[in-house]
């Protein structure tokens, strides 16, 4: 299948494009105005939820229309691939139904994706990073646990300055100061980069 090189560069444009335009979209709508009932809730917008609907139907429903309208590339492997696919656009749902926190002048109260629920002082953290290939914040605690708080949630300003007021000057390193410095001043890591 020769295709003509405009054809290769204009695909490769088109979804540059599109990407671009969604991850622009879910960057906005984490810093949308929120109500000040909500103000110390750091949780994920509505658009977390609508993108993880969309993979989950466009995935799903691929899996199911390749095997009603049978051709000859449908294959147990495209099928499982396709399943697959709508399998990893849950976790964006689940995050969004559980991954719920508050933050408060004593510590957090936080969510997993899995739903377990937990809370911790600040004065309990002994380490917080920001991992850039995962676009989130790691806090690690005295007993071992780990708390993850996404960059794609609202609310990070308030967490940003909360964390900083509260936890030990040790726990953090000169780049997650910084980050949470511009955090706190409604500048949130960026989620596309």
């Not at 920001?130 to 609310?155: E, H, N, Q, Y």
């Amino acid at each position: 299948m020769n295709r003509p090189w405009w054809s290769v560069a204009l695909q490769w444009t088109l979804w540059f494009l599109v990407m671009t335009a969604v991850m622009g979209w879910l960057a906005r709508s984490r810093l949308r105005p929120r109500p000040s009932s909500e103000g110390r809730q750091v949780r994920h917008p509505v658009s977390t939820l609508i993108l993880g609907l969309i993979g989950f139907t466009f995935f799903a429903g691929i899996a199911i229309l390749s095997n009603v309208y049978a051709n000859r590339t449908t294959t147990i492997y495209t099928t499982l691939t396709f399943v697959g696919f709508a399998l990893l656009s849950l976790p964006l749902v689940a995050d969004y139904v559980f991954a719920r926190h508050e933050v408060c002048e004593q510590g957090m109260h936080y969510g997993r994706m899995i739903g377990v629920r937990g809370t911790f002082e600040w004065r309990e953290v002994v380490r917080v990073r920001f991992a850039p290939s995962m676009k989130w914040f790691t806090i690690t605690l005295m007993d071992g646990r780990t708390v993850r708080v996404s960059a794609m949630m609202m609310g990070l300003p308030e967490f940003a300055r909360l964390l900083l007021n509260g936890v030990n000057g040790e726990a953090l390193d000169a780049d997650t100061r910084a980050l949470l410095d511009a955090t706190a001043a409604g500048h949130p890591p960026s989620i596309w980069r």
